[in-house]
């Protein structure tokens, strides 16, 4: 809103008497010092001072000044850099980021991918690498989970990116997995899951791992985070682990379905996952600690 008040506002100025070009002069002036100054670089997020594509077509067609619309995002945009190659211009949000501790200029992240949103029906998880502290992206693309119920198929949904690296530089990206109404056979409707994806130099190829599957339809596994064990060496070393709520398992103190955050490892690279038996969190934590007029309090 403020920029296009700016834009709205230099061309009213300009519009008006010639006594006015001296205050316009010094005016812009004092814009070419401020614009000189360099905005800080920013991995994966745009700076909420960029003039995004639908505000430079809002601003076009009220004021119809193009270049005056150029100009302000070529100096917006100057000194950061899209963190994707999607040529689609649709979104991506909920951003992970990971620095690879073997090398600081390789950077990997994940973000809820609508690329395909419009022409194939499917929201992935997608990736974006670069190699060389944020100048270029060497690897992008997406990653969609399949049913492990049924491989012939793949979620339309999977998102809640959750990126990674283990001591040795290799790659882990955590995702949801599920079908959103209308878009799978409805015995496979309910089917969901965690899974984790994983990736070595120079990260343009992933394989999938499941961490933990349901077809259950009272049961969704839902919002992952992974982390990976840094060390090279030692018991552990290399170790991934993953959290998630696990929305539908057991009863709530209130006597709705339970929401337990769980908690699974693995010493295979993702290859294979063991489930912790209790709950990181149990769905009766706050009636074993207070009563539940107490927590709503």
């Known amino acids: 809103m403020k920029k296009r008040a700016m834009l709205i506002t230099a061309t009213t100025l300009i519009l008006l008497s010639i006594p006015l070009q001296s205050f316009l002069l010094a005016t812009s002036s004092q814009q070419s ?22 505000m430079v077509s809002s601003a076009q067609s009220q004021i119809g000044s193009k270049s005056i619309v150029q100009k302000e995002t070529e100096e917006s ?15 991506q949000n909920e951003e992970s980021l990971a620095v690879n501790p073997t090398d600081s200029r390789i950077v990997l992240s994940g ?19 670069t190699s060389d502290g944020g100048r270029t992206i060497s690897a992008d693309g997406v990653l969609s989970p399949t049913d492990p119920f049924n491989t012939a198929l793949t979620f339309s949904g999977a998102g809640d990116p959750s990126a990674g690296f283990d001591g040795n530089g290799n790659a882990f990206m955590g995702s949801v997995g599920f079908f959103f109404p209308g878009t799978a056979p409805s015995a496979n409707a309910p089917d969901n899951g965690i899974f984790v994806f994983s990736s070595r130099a120079p990260y ?3 394989t999938q791992h499941t961490v933990i599957a349901d077809n259950n339809p009272n049961i969704i596994d839902d919002k992952d985070w992974v982390a990976a064990d840094q060390r090279s ?4 070393a290399g170790g991934v682990y993953a959290v998630w709520a696990r929305f539908g398992e057991g009863i709530s103190p209130f006597g709705g379905p339970g929401s337990p955050i769980r908690f699974a490892a693995s010493f295979d690279h993702g290859n294979t996952w063991i489930l912790l038996p209790v ?12 009563a539940p007029s107490t927590c709503l309090g």
């Open 33 to 54: 010092a401020i614009n000189s100054v360099k905005k800080p670089h920013v991995y994966g997020v745009r700076q909420d001072t960029t003039i995004g594509p639908e």
């Open 233 to 236: 060496s030692g018991t552990g």
């Open 77 to 91: 945009d100057s000194s950061n850099i899209v963190f994707n190659l999607d040529p689609s211009l649709l979104e």
């Open 111 to 129: 973000t809820n991918d609508y690329r395909n949103a419009f022409t194939a029906g499917v929201i992935a998880t997608g990736f974006d690498v």
């Open 279 to 290: 709950p990181v969190s149990a769905t009766n934590l706050w009636s074993e600690r207070a």
């Open 204 to 206: 343009n190829t992933w």
